[in-house]
């Protein structure tokens, strides 16, 4: 469905965000949405296919954008090892400084209030993925020479669910922003020399 821009849509989004981030998405209602903003819940269904297409409109956005920064990041990583750059030009650590934690109401709508919608795994899919991206790139790495230490899929599952939640954490139970940088930083010093060693750096 296209996204409205209408001053009703923005007050219609406005209010179905309130209602999700209290209710979580399986709870949340309707008609509910509709008296925050004095209209019926069939006029709230002119703005959306159902209440998950409703929530998809909030969050989607902001995955775009995740995934446009990991896809990126991904390209030129490749690029680093393919052309003897940089390969710690940025991480994911630079994706949660710049990108998540400044956005963090939308990632918390997204990790915390999506049960029960595509999105009630995104973390889980997210590992899954970048272990498919790992499991491609240390390969390419040992055979350009760098001293890739062996691991099984599963220990690789471990380490990356491991790394993944405690980047997300302060975005799941809100901390403020400074208190999630300082974690961030402690994140950072625990995992990266640990990656560091495992891809032979």
């Known amino acids: 469905m296209p996204r409205d821009k209408t001053a009703n849509h923005i007050r219609i989004m406005a209010a ?3 209602e999700f981030m209290e209710y979580g998405f399986e709870n949340a209602s309707m008609r509910r949405i509709g008296e925050r903003v004095g209209m019926t819940a069939a006029g709230i269904y002119r703005h959306c296919r159902d209440k998950e297409d409703l ?6 956005p902001a995955v ?3 995934n ?5 990041h991904t390209t030129r990583s490749v690029s680093a090892v393919r052309e003897g750059g940089n390969l710690w030009q940025d991480t ?9 934690y400044p956005n963090m109401a939308d990632y ?16 889980h899919d997210l590992v899954e993925d970048h272990q498919q991206l790992m499991q491609e790139f240390l390969p390419d790495l ?15 599952h471990l380490l990356l669910t491991a790394y993944t939640t405690a980047m997300f954490e302060p975005v799941i139970h809100d901390y403020p922003m400074e208190d999630a940088l300082k974690c961030l930083e402690m994140v950072e010093a625990f995992f990266m020399p640990g990656w560091k060693q495992i891809m032979g750096f």
Request: hydrophobic residues 45%; aromatic residues 8%.
């Open 142 to 156: 040992k055979a350009r020479g760098y001293a890739v230490r062996d691991i099984s899929p599963k220990e690789l």
């Open 68 to 72: 446009a920064w990991l896809d990126a």
């Open 92 to 100: 994911e650590i630079d994706m949660m400084r710049d990108l998540i």
């Open 108 to 123: 918390r709508l997204l990790l915390s209030k999506a049960q029960g919608t595509k999105y009630e795994n995104f973390l």
């Open 16 to 18: 179905a965000r309130e």
């Open 64 to 66: 775009e954008r995740m």
């Open 55 to 60: 929530f998809d409109q909030l969050v989607a």
